[in-house]
């Protein structure tokens, strides 16, 4: 749940560190995580560890955020315990200054004293009773553990009831299902996910910048045709374009009354609402001999994020095109082989798009004449430096100095710096 009154008063920046700072909450499972521990403490020390490194990966800081910096250097667990002997310490320190003060002074002024001490230790007792921390509540916890409790419960008395004979075999699978239910990143801790997360964007960041540098000087080939090559570890990246707002047209629904099927009842004429399906998007991917691996999956890694706005079909060219495949879900882009190599024919690519598709996509990296026919309604999505010219459409290119930009929430470690 959200407020939209709050929510509209943020720039988009710092509406992403808010969605983000939630969803840590989740992937880490800080709800079932703060089972018997101090509630103000635990709510102060995880904001304060996913505020710090989120701000490191360079997202701009909502405002009134809980801001430790040294959290950065903490998992939640590290940064509570700090957090709970600080304060200890200091109500250690206030009952020793209240003793000192009740031995060596007893005038009324002492007590005077004495009674605004109470009060200002009570007015932090209730300030610790809140629920609210930084930009986010955290009231729900409570339910959510609750709930979990009685959805374990209700397993275990079905279990119970189907009468299991082997109790020492029923406790072994309910440790393992223990330990399923806690996620990988949870036990990984916060500090050491981010840094894995850092290293992996820097390595893909990485292969793709030095695959731009390549390709400043190299010309299209016509190296031997590879058929049916299957890629490993393509991924998922943030999306380069706003593809959502660019093909608004695929999201778009409507109704229509059609006489298929219609019949009378009641002594009306009911005609029957079907409604249309959104619209296709058809992405050609340009797989010749100047496009490597690295590019073709970063292609490929834009396809993914398309999924999610729109139908798509994709087809690879070189100088043939090889047909159209129909994505349903990414693991459909994980399992497609690819032809590899070859030259570029940009008119065997435009021919192929089917002329109702409302969307047209051509990733490649530009290095071949552009196509003799006009095709107004293609965009164009150029990785590399290489400037083009179709005839009609749109041309977006992502340059080596883009691709930092939109990589720029990226810090390297120290550890890397060296490289």
């Not at 997202?59 to 509570?80: F, K, R, S, T």
């Not at 279990?159 to 806690?182: F, L, P, V, W, Y």
């Not at 996509?361 to 083009?388: C, H, L, Q, S, Y």
Request: with cysteine; hydrophobic share 30%; glycine share 6%.
């Amino acid at each position: 749940m959200y407020n939209p009154k709050f929510l509209e008063t943020l720039p988009e920046q710092q509406q992403v560190f808010l969605f983000a700072h939630e969803v840590c909450h989740v992937a880490f499972e800080h709800i079932y995580r703060s089972e018997g521990k101090d509630k103000k403490i635990w709510n102060i020390a995880t904001d304060s560890v996913i505020n710090a490194l989120l701000k490191q990966d360079g997202l701009d800081m909502i405002e009134g955020g809980v801001d430790i910096p040294e959290a950065v250097n903490y998992d939640a667990e590290e940064m509570y315990n700090k957090l709970l002997n600080e304060k200890k310490e200091q109500e250690n320190s206030q009952d020793n200054q209240e003793q000192q003060i009740n031995q060596e002074q007893q005038t009324s002024q002492d007590n005077q004293n004495q009674q605004q001490t109470s009060q200002g230790q009570q007015d932090l007792e209730d300030k610790e009773e809140e629920n609210d921390i930084g930009h986010d509540t955290h009231s729900l916890w409570e339910k959510a553990i609750k709930e979990r409790k009685e959805e374990q419960q209700r397993k275990q008395g079905q279990a119970e009831s189907q009468g299991q004979e082997n109790k020492e075999t029923n406790e072994k699978e309910q440790e393992r299902r223990n330990a399923e239910e806690k996620s990988k990143i949870a036990q990984q801790g916060e500090k050491e996910t981010f840094k894995q997360n850092k290293k992996e964007r820097n390595k893909q960041l990485q292969e793709l910048s030095e695959e731009l540098v390549k390709k400043s000087s190299h010309k299209a080939g016509n190296g031997i045709q590879r058929e049916g090559k299957k890629l490993s570890d393509i991924g998922i990246a943030v999306p380069l374009i706003d593809w959502r707002r660019l093909l608004r047209q695929a999201i778009k629904y409507d109704e229509e009354y059609t006489r298929k099927n219609a019949r009378i009842r009641n002594g009306y004429f009911r005609y029957r609402v079907e409604q249309i399906p959104i619209h296709e998007t058809e992405i050609l991917l340009d797989t010749s001999g100047s496009v490597s691996e690295v590019l073709l999956k970063n292609f490929l890694r834009e396809c993914k994020n398309i999924l999610n706005t729109s139908k798509v079909k994709v087809g690879c060219f070189n100088t043939e095109f090889h047909g159209f495949t129909e994505l349903k879900k990414p693991e459909d882009i994980d399992n497609m082989r690819f032809p590899i190599g070859g030259g570029t024919n940009f008119d065997v690519a435009v021919e192929a798009f089917s002329r109702k598709a409302p969307n047209k996509i051509i990733f490649t990296d530009g290095e071949a004449d552009m196509p003799r026919k006009e095709v107004r309604n293609v965009i164009w999505v150029v990785f590399g430096n290489e400037k083009i010219n179709p005839r009609g459409g749109k041309v977006i290119n992502i340059t080596g100095e883009q691709l930092r930009k939109l990589y720029q929430s990226y810090v390297i470690d120290k550890d890397d710096r060296s490289r």
